[in-house]
């Protein structure tokens, strides 16, 4: 590597030391801090079970004793910062693998944190896809399977008998597919590889390779061609594309570095010009691009870390995340909607300008309709829903679109009360994407908190069986004998809704759908068997289907419930608004604010007056209007 004049440096020695101490100075924290509700996710969707059947069910497989102790490690992400701990020091022992597996020399060790940084994306790139497609004990899977690439390969290199070495390549090989899957059949390939590199006999470098090569086509052939055995891809339309990138880029950086590298400078002091600027511009393209990926999952951190708030009941930092997503989406909206505008000022035609406005909307930012259903959950909480409900944008959702919740929701339907629904979501998700610690736990409650011991006795007998939920499971086991501290300890939730049969059967995972039938459209009963928070959830879901009869038949109930003394300013909103539209006259006979009368005009001035498109008054409107339950009712066409 690189020629020319050659310099005397006191910092190669130590080159290879301070990576390895940058790399656990910037990743720990990182993991540990900023990512550590992600963190946390990936252990709460992980299992392991001390258990035979278990062993047997996971194990016993090409690449199942991958998987089996990456979910033995996978228990440790319970808690954040030991799971990032155990992490980063793996992808330190990776990192110095690297160096010594592939022979990278003093000066050019920045490409020994390459395979590193692909085995952060591999991790990080899941993202939403955690839930969504329902992977398990994964954190771990892919640097698992590349240090047992590495150890194949450092484990030929220490063999000089060449005899002796192919037959430990093929014995390594297969043994390698057994245990850790397709990570077995490149290492094989990486130990030919590394020998045609060094060995100057062409029949030698012919045979390595042809023993690999018998390695790699011949054993997933008798094992049902799985090349991919170990490789945690799951075929959903085509997130598998995306999320079979990091690994291809491993291995094909992995068999570059076997192919071209030859060995180390044999002087260790020995430094070339360029290679520190080689060295800082690879090491500036890595971090750029795990930033990038970090940015892209922006999304599932903030739905993560709402999550994990919601079950602290720590409310108020549920709705202060999503405050934080939309500062940062409304000026991502602005600077493209800006750019739009100076793009079509001079277009001319009505026509053709809200034809750009309108791909504009069609990529407009807003929060997802998970972040808005846990702010919605959050306010209800609260009880300050008819005052913050539309204080910030709901989360759109196209007609043509629309998303599965899949892993939150037993969360979201037990935190509504809605037992039965909850009960009937946990099965579901636990037979469908198997089981994990999330599911066990959701299922178990569900169950007990419909009534169904015997259901939840079978939950709590498997997680007895697991280190990080075991003593969980004898808390919740001690409710059979003691239901009045069962009626104490979940009072908040039990008191949300009236005791009603909710019966849920859906296969289209449509959660906020469910919750309006409960609590606006379908589901209204009279006032004096409803509690105030199930009132006001009443209230808050009629608004948000723009259903007026619903809204009037909950606001009566409202009035009769919480008896409040003043009616709050989203409630009076909708109530102005929807008796101007009917014509009725209904808000003349109620408190409604000056400031609503006034607001009110303004925005029908505004709309009436405006020139332009209605893409275009769409956008402008919101800067004035954006906070009204009027923006509300008129511009955005989702149902949450």
């Given at each position: 590597?690189?020629?020319?004049?050659i310099i005397?440096?006191g910092?190669v020695?130590?080159?290879r030391?301070?990576l390895?101490?940058l790399l656990?100075?910037?990743?720990?924290?990182?993991l540990?801090?900023?990512?550590?509700?992600v963190v946390?996710?990936?252990?709460?969707?992980?299992?392991?079970i001390?258990?035979?059947?278990?062993f047997?069910e996971?194990?016993?497989k090409?690449?199942g004793f991958l998987?089996?102790?990456?979910?033995?490690?996978?228990?440790?992400?319970?808690v954040p910062w030991?799971?990032?701990?155990?992490a980063?020091l793996?992808?330190?022992?990776?990192y110095?693998?690297?160096?010594?597996a592939?022979d990278?020399?003093?000066?050019y060790?920045?490409?020994?944190l390459?395979?590193?940084?692909l085995?952060?994306?591999t991790v990080?790139?899941?993202?939403?896809k955690?839930?969504?497609l329902l992977?398990?004990?994964?954190f771990?899977?892919?640097t698992l399977g590349f240090l047992?690439?590495?150890?194949i390969?450092?484990?030929?290199?220490?063999?000089r008998s060449f005899?002796?070495k192919?037959?430990?390549?093929?014995?390594?090989?297969?043994?390698?597919?057994?245990?850790?899957?397709a990570?077995?059949l490149?290492g094989a390939?990486?130990?030919?590889?590394?020998q045609?590199?060094?060995?100057?006999s062409?029949v030698?470098?012919?045979?390595?390779l042809?023993?690999?090569?018998?390695?790699?086509?011949?054993?997933?052939?008798a094992f049902g061609?799985?090349?991919?055995?170990g490789?945690p891809?799951?075929?959903?339309y085509?997130?598998?594309?995306?999320?079979?990138l990091?690994y291809a880029?491993?291995a094909?950086?992995s068999?570059?570095?076997?192919?071209?590298?030859?060995g180390?400078?044999?002087?260790e002091d020995e430094?070339r010009p360029g290679?520190m600027?080689l060295?800082?511009?690879?090491l500036?393209?890595?971090?750029v691009l795990?930033?990038?990926q970090?940015?892209?999952?922006?999304?599932?951190?903030?739905?993560?870390?709402?999550?994990?708030?919601?079950?602290?009941?720590?409310y108020?930092?549920?709705?202060?995340?999503?405050?934080?997503v939309v500062?940062?989406e409304?000026?991502?909206?602005?600077?493209s909607y800006s750019?739009l505008?100076?793009?079509?000022?001079?277009?001319?035609g009505?026509?053709r300008r809200?034809?750009y406005?309108q791909?504009?909307?069609?990529?407009?930012q807003?929060?997802s309709?998970?972040?808005?259903?846990?702010?919605m959950?959050a306010?209800a909480?609260?009880?300050?829903?008819g005052s913050?409900?539309?204080?910030?944008?709901?989360?759109?959702?196209s007609?043509?679109y629309?998303?599965f919740?899949?892993q939150y929701g037993?969360?979201?339907y037990?935190l509504w009360?809605l037992?039965n629904s909850s009960?009937?979501?946990?099965t579901?998700?636990?037979i469908?994407?198997?089981?994990?610690?999330y599911d066990?736990?959701e299922?178990a409650?569900?169950?007990?908190?419909?009534?169904n011991?015997?259901?939840a006795?079978?939950?709590?007998?498997?997680l007895?069986?697991?280190l990080?939920c075991s003593?969980w499971a004898?808390k919740?086991?001690g409710?059979?004998?003691n239901?009045q501290q069962?009626?104490?300890?979940?009072?908040q939730?039990?008191q949300?809704?009236?005791p009603?049969d909710?019966q849920?059967?859906?296969e289209d995972?449509?959660i906020?759908l469910?919750i309006?039938?409960?609590?606006?459209?379908?589901?209204?009963?009279?006032?004096?068997v409803?509690?105030?928070?199930?009132?006001?959830?009443?209230?808050?879901w009629?608004?948000?289907?723009?259903?007026?009869?619903?809204?009037?038949k909950?606001?009566?109930?409202?009035y009769?419930v919480?008896?409040p003394?003043?009616?709050p300013r989203?409630?009076q909103?909708a109530?102005f608004?929807?008796?101007v539209l009917?014509?009725?006259?209904i808000a003349?006979?109620?408190?409604i604010?000056?400031?609503v009368?006034r607001?009110?005009?303004?925005?029908?001035t505004?709309?009436?007056?405006?020139?332009?498109?209605?893409?275009?008054?769409r956008?402008?409107?919101?800067k004035?209007?954006g906070k009204t339950?009027?923006?509300f009712?008129?511009?955005v066409?989702?149902?949450i």
């Open positions: 590597m690189g020629r020319g004049k005397k440096s910092y020695r130590y080159e030391l301070f390895a101490v656990f100075v910037v990743l720990f924290p990182v540990a801090f900023v990512f550590r509700d946390a996710r990936f252990g709460e969707l992980s299992l392991f001390f258990d035979r059947s278990y047997e996971v194990a016993l090409p690449g998987e089996y102790i990456s979910a033995f490690l996978s228990q440790i992400l319970y030991l799971g990032s701990l155990v980063v793996l992808w330190e022992v990776v110095w693998l690297v160096i010594k592939f990278i020399p003093r000066g060790s920045v490409f020994g390459v395979p590193v940084a085995l952060l994306l990080m790139g899941y993202g939403d955690v839930n969504v992977y398990r004990n994964v771990y899977t892919a047992s690439s590495l150890a390969v450092l484990c030929c290199k220490k063999i005899a002796l192919m037959a430990s390549l093929s014995a390594l090989g297969v043994a390698g597919y057994l245990l850790f899957g990570y077995g490149l390939a990486l130990a030919a590889l590394c045609l590199s060094h060995d100057r062409a030698k470098a012919l045979v390595a042809a023993v690999a090569a018998a390695v790699i086509v011949l054993l997933p052939l061609r799985d090349w991919l055995a490789v891809i799951t075929e959903f085509n997130y598998d594309k995306v999320n079979v990091p880029l491993l094909a950086f068999l570059m570095y076997a192919l071209l590298l030859r180390g400078s044999r002087q430094y290679s600027t060295s800082l511009a690879m500036i393209s890595l971090a795990c930033n990038l970090w940015k892209a999952d922006a999304d599932y951190r903030a739905e993560s870390s709402m999550y994990r708030a919601l079950e602290r009941q720590d108020r930092k549920v709705v202060s995340l999503y405050d934080r500062k940062r409304d000026a991502a909206n602005a600077r750019k505008m100076d793009k079509v000022r001079n277009l001319g009505d026509e809200d034809l406005a791909y504009y909307f069609e990529t407009y807003r929060p309709r998970l972040m808005s259903e846990f702010r959950l306010l909480y609260m009880g300050e829903s913050q409900l539309f204080s910030a944008p709901q989360g759109l959702v007609e043509k629309t998303p919740v899949s037993p969360t979201i037990r009360g037992f009960y009937v979501w946990s579901a998700t636990s469908h994407g198997g089981w994990s610690y066990l736990k299922a409650l569900a169950m007990l908190l419909a009534g011991e015997k259901a006795a079978k939950y709590l007998d498997i007895d069986k697991t990080v003593k004898e919740i086991r409710y059979f004998s239901p069962l009626q104490l300890d979940f009072a939730c039990l949300l809704v009236v009603r909710d849920f059967y859906s995972g449509q906020e469910k309006m039938e409960h609590f606006a459209l379908f589901e209204q009963p009279d006032a004096f409803q509690t105030p928070i199930y009132s006001e959830c009443s209230v808050m009629a608004m948000l289907s723009k259903d007026p009869g619903a809204f009037w909950a606001l009566d109930n409202y009769g919480n008896m003394e003043k009616l989203y409630y909103q109530a608004l929807f008796s009917s014509g009725d006259g003349a006979n109620l408190p604010d000056e400031e009368y607001l009110y005009d303004s925005f029908e505004y709309m009436t007056t405006h020139q332009g498109t209605v893409n275009e008054l956008q402008e409107s919101y004035r209007f339950y009027f923006y009712y008129f511009f066409d989702n149902f």
